[in-house]
Every structure is written in structure tokens, then in C-alpha cells.
Nanobody
């Protein structure tokens, strides 16, 4: 069974930075892709960033140039470095891992951007 454990959320002022971590219970190269979704109150879950097994990355337009997804295979961990945070980035952020057309999810970590 795949387990994903997120950490790194919190309260940050506008313009600040946070780094989210997603630790997987198995080798991250077993997955076709990993990444991050977010869900703000009253809104649908939104795909924020992905990284494929080959290392290709993709971002939603609203975070391009501010967020960076990366991975550490030795730690079986995927990261989301978030900079230039805005109040509209406030959401619960969920890590996911995709394998054989099935997605696995972490429990979510709250990110709040507020002064």
C-alpha cells in the first residue's frame, strides 16, 4: 500500500516562502508521476504542479515562476518550493502519486497566506 506523508505547511505573510515535502513509502520512480493539488474553501481541487518519472515538470499558469517542484530519490521525497506567496495561494495542499492509472493521496497540509 502506498503512503504519502506531507509536511511543511503553515501561516506565511504575502511575499513569503514555504517548502512542502511529500515522503513516499516506496521508491518514487515506481510512480508515473507525482505532484501537488490544492483545494481552497468552496473551490474545486486544482492541479498545481507535477513531475514525471522522466523528470518533466508542469505547472498551473497561476504559479509559474513562483513555485518549483523537485524530488530527492534517496529520500523518496517530492518537494514544492513556493515563493512570492499570495493570499490566493491559501488552500489545503495534497500530494499525489500516480501509478497504473490510479492516484494515491496524502492527508493534506494547510497553507495560509495572510498578513
Amino acid at each position: 500500500q502506498v503512503q504519502l506523508v506531507e509536511s511543511g505547511g503553515g501561516l506565511v505573510q504575502p511575499g513569503g516562502s514555504l517548502r512542502l515535502s511529500c515522503a513516499a513509502s516506496q521508491n518514487i520512480f515506481n510512480f508515473n508521476a507525482m505532484g501537488w493539488y490544492r483545494q481552497a474553501p468552496g473551490k474545486q481541487r486544482e492541479l498545481v504542479a507535477t513531475i514525471t518519472v522522466g523528470g518533466s515538470t508542469n505547472y498551473v499558469d497561476s504559479v509559474k515562476g513562483r513555485f518549483t517542484i523537485s524530488r530527492d530519490s534517496a529520500e523518496n521525497t517530492v518537494y514544492l518550493q513556493m515563493s512570492g506567496l499570495k493570499p490566493k495561494d491559501t488552500a489545503v495542499y495534497y500530494c499525489y502519486a500516480s501509478i497504473l492509472l490510479r492516484n494515491y493521496w496524502g492527508q493534506g497540509t494547510q497553507v495560509t497566506v495572510s498578513s
